[in-house]
């Protein structure tokens, strides 16, 4: 299944990072730090699938070209501990084409330039081994661009309040981005760039107590690049380690959960409208018969939702007439296995469809707070200004043009009208 993973970190001369040296490294180029003379030489690196650079319209030529603009960004910095790029860090699902992937990586990058009016190298990568691991390095500059070159820095990412605020833009708009790109592709899979515990007080108010007790799980330790290679090369890591103690320890809670649920009677199927306690097997049965499975296995639902009669109540009808037989007793327990299989099944169609209702329903709802709805609304707003300006920078050329033909046709007429007069005088 697709899985939400987004990071935001930034490189700084104070831990000897160099922009120049990120971006080689993440595009398999050679770039040449114009600053300290160093060649970074990656055109040997496996792995990148494809690489672009975005920046505002009117940001000069040389912002499109990696080897161009991450020495003209060093050298936009003076102090010796400068922050010299910011990185974001995003998995792409693997239930998506190259093609799809590429589209999403450069949708959410055209977000984040439209936003922050920077310069943007992104770069796709494809997994080493797993076949899963897809992601895209955003490296942006810290400064904005436009027609003169780079500028004024992007203070509203160094950190604090705002700063947060803005992580959590960029993390709802990477979310909202995602899922809009699954479900073009036809996937029914979903992310959430919630925490766990935001997620799971949702499912609880919602009255889904097995998804919040699914969902309260602690998370797992972030194993890093230099410990996923110790675990691929088959050598046990401490975070390794960690991970599987964590496993363990959900699984034992979830267990415990379920068990303390099912003993309450309080194990509900949350996809469907009415309660199937476990504990007495009540599950949703016709009115007066069983469904009959069609045969291609599916079942037809009819209204078998919309009444709730336990199973043993078929049996214990049965028990109430005066000479209870092994042939009930038998039919009870073909019944109640046979139920149990036929709800399973049914509630795995109904959590689906309960589930694709629900994120269609959450896609309308929030269609119009879109961020990327917000930001072709900036993109737009932004080009109309530019017309703007430049119609009024017409309409001045054109008054100019207007005061020179007129201030020239005033100097002419002097002269024409002494030559006329010479002409006379000569006759």
Known sequence: MAIYHTRVKTFSRAQGHASTAAAAYRAGLLIIDGRTGLRHDYRR???????????????????????QLWPAAEASERRKDATVAREFEVALPHELSNEQRSDLAAEISRCLVQRYRFAVQSS???????????????????????????????????????????VEWIRAMVGEAINAHLAAAGVSARVDHRSLKDQ????????????AAELSRAPGLHMGKDATALHRRGMDTDLKQGNDGIHLANSAAWDRAVAQMAGEGRLMDAASDQA???GSRQVPLGPAILPMLSPGGVTPLG?????????????????????????????????????????????????????????????????????????????????????????LRFKRRLKAEDRAQHVLAQENLPWRTSKARTRVQGS
């Open 200 to 211: 799971a007080a949702e499912a609880a108010e919602q009255g889904d107590e097995l998804t």
């Open 124 to 166: 796709i990568h494809e997994p080493q081994t797993d076949g899963l691991n897809y992601h895209v390095h955003i490296l942006a500059t810290t400064r904005r661009v436009d027609a003169e070159g780079l500028k004024d820095k992007t203070r509203e990412l160094d950190g604090g309040p705002s700063g947060r605020g803005e």
């Open 303 to 391: 209204n078998v939702a919309r009444e709730v009669m336990p199973v043993v109540a078929v049996a214990d009808a049965g028990t109430r007439q005066p000479q209870a037989t092994a042939s009930k007793q038998a039919l009870r327990a073909v019944l109640e296995m046979w139920a149990e299989a036929w709800i399973d099944g049914l509630r795995d169609r109904l959590t689906f469809t309960r589930r694709l209702l629900r994120s269609s329903a959450a896609l309308i709802s929030a269609h119009v707070a879109a961020p990327r709805l917000r930001g072709d609304l900036e993109e737009l707003l932004v080009r109309l200004k530019k017309l703007k300006r430049d119609a």
């Open 45 to 67: 690196r496996w792995g990148v699938v494809e690489t672009r650079c975005l920046a505002p319209d009117e940001a000069p030529d040389w912002a499109f070209d990696p080897r």
């Open 276 to 278: 199937v306690p476990v």
